[in-house]
């Protein structure tokens, strides 16, 4: 009988290209998916890869193990995900996936609401700019941020979310002595630089063409908050802030609309219909303060 974890370290080399991405992966060590590989390939009785300088390669057995790995996969996945669409029990494992900003500024308190609702049921928070795959089984929720919905897959099943809204930000005390004419130049803060943004240079406030970058998206909040120089945020996040203020001249802009996804059977389950409708409802009442009109969550 082959092991159906063998054939998971397969898939997870062929995909990635090489062991370290394998391992990365799936997070364990480099010896431990050689030999996983080195299992399989002596159950089978071929090499099925070809280890160059770029990474490894498909053999032309390696490509014929690979299309029945792929089935077995989705085999796998559709067995767990019926087995799963049976349980009605509002107890056991919720992994929910979101963007940092949603949970920690906006949702977490609608979490905690549930999690006492719903004592028996398990949550895990997937807080991360990573997108979890569904399909896969990496979370049982997703809530995600928008701006086609022709770019959502085919196979997911989507509860359409009110529209989300960016502004641009600047700390109250560096608007006070810019409006009181200081010379100081002030920067445009960003996470990745792909030239000058268009919400730099739009407002009043004139800014540098030197930026302050943070891969940290809270660290742009605290940049803001320290007077470097302005930087865009989700309406909930920077009118909710009382050391910011939006910069003068400057309209929200559309970041896309929220959807709530979940998966082929898996959205059968109880705890996951008991959860997206619970989340629906809390996002519907929160859409004023998402568009960016400042109306109290109170």
């Given at each position: 009988m082959?092991d159906?974890?063998?054939?998971?370290?397969?898939?997870?080399?062929?995909?990635?290209?090489?062991?370290?991405a394998?391992?990365?992966?799936?997070?364990?060590?480099?010896?431990?998916?050689?030999?996983?590989?080195?299992?399989?390939?002596?159950?089978?009785?071929?090499?099925?890869?070809?280890?160059?300088?770029?990474?490894?390669?498909?053999?032309?057995?390696?490509?014929?193990?690979?299309?029945?790995?792929?089935?077995?996969?989705?085999s796998?996945?559709?067995?767990?995900?019926?087995?799963?669409?049976?349980?009605?029990?509002?107890?056991?494992?919720?992994?929910?996936?979101?963007?940092?900003?949603?949970?920690?500024?906006?949702?977490?308190?609608?979490?905690?609401?549930?999690?006492?609702?719903?004592?028996?049921?398990?949550?895990?928070?997937?807080?991360?700019?990573?997108?979890?795959n569904?399909?896969?089984?990496?979370?049982?929720?997703?809530?995600?941020?928008?701006?086609?919905?022709?770019?959502?897959?085919?196979?997911?099943?989507?509860?359409?979310?009110?529209?989300?809204?960016?502004?641009?930000?600047m700390?109250?005390?560096?608007?006070?002595?810019?409006?009181?004419?200081?010379?100081?130049?002030?920067?445009?803060?960003?996470?990745?630089?792909?030239?000058?943004?268009?919400?730099?240079?739009?407002?009043?406030?004139?800014t540098?063409?030197?930026?302050?970058?943070?891969?940290?998206?809270?660290?742009?909040?605290?940049?803001?908050?320290?007077?470097?120089?302005?930087?865009?945020?989700?309406?909930?996040?920077?009118?909710?802030?009382?050391?910011?203020?939006?910069?003068?001249?400057?309209?929200?802009?559309?970041y896309?609309?929220?959807?709530?996804?979940?998966q082929?059977?898996?959205?059968?389950?109880?705890?996951?219909?008991?959860?997206?409708?619970?989340?629906?409802?809390?996002?519907?009442?929160?859409?004023?303060?998402?568009?960016?009109?400042?109306?109290?969550?109170?």
């Amino acid at each position: 009988m082959i092991d159906w974890d063998d054939v998971r370290y397969f898939l997870a080399v062929a995909r990635g290209g090489s062991v370290r991405a394998a391992a990365e992966r799936l997070g364990v060590n480099h010896s431990t998916v050689l030999r996983r590989i080195a299992q399989l390939e002596e159950r089978l009785g071929v090499h099925m890869f070809e280890k160059l300088p770029s990474g490894y390669r498909l053999t032309a057995a390696g490509e014929e193990v690979l299309e029945f790995a792929d089935q077995m996969e989705a085999s796998s996945h559709l067995l767990e995900t019926r087995v799963f669409g049976r349980d009605q029990s509002a107890r056991g494992l919720l992994r929910v996936t979101l963007p940092p900003f949603l949970a920690t500024h906006l949702l977490m308190p609608d979490f905690a609401d549930f999690a006492r609702l719903h004592p028996d049921i398990e949550m895990e928070i997937l807080s991360s700019g990573e997108v979890a795959n569904l399909t896969n089984r990496e979370a049982d929720v997703a809530i995600r941020i928008v701006s086609d919905r022709k770019t959502l897959p085919l196979n997911l099943h989507g509860l359409m979310g009110p529209e989300l809204f960016g502004g641009v930000y600047m700390s109250c005390d560096r608007l006070a002595e810019w409006r009181a004419g200081a010379p100081d130049p002030t920067r445009w803060i960003v996470v990745n630089i792909h030239g000058i943004p268009t919400w730099a240079h739009e407002g009043e406030v004139r800014t540098t063409g030197v930026p302050f970058r943070t891969p940290d998206a809270e660290a742009q909040i605290v940049a803001a908050r320290q007077g470097i120089g302005i930087t865009r945020l989700p309406c909930f996040v920077g009118d909710a802030d009382p050391l910011l203020a939006r910069v003068p001249g400057t309209d929200p802009h559309i970041y896309g609309t929220l959807w709530l996804l979940t998966q082929g059977e898996t959205r059968k389950t109880k705890r996951v219909r008991l959860f997206t409708e619970f989340v629906s409802r809390r996002l519907a009442a929160y859409a004023p303060l998402l568009a960016g009109l400042t109306i109290s969550r109170d």
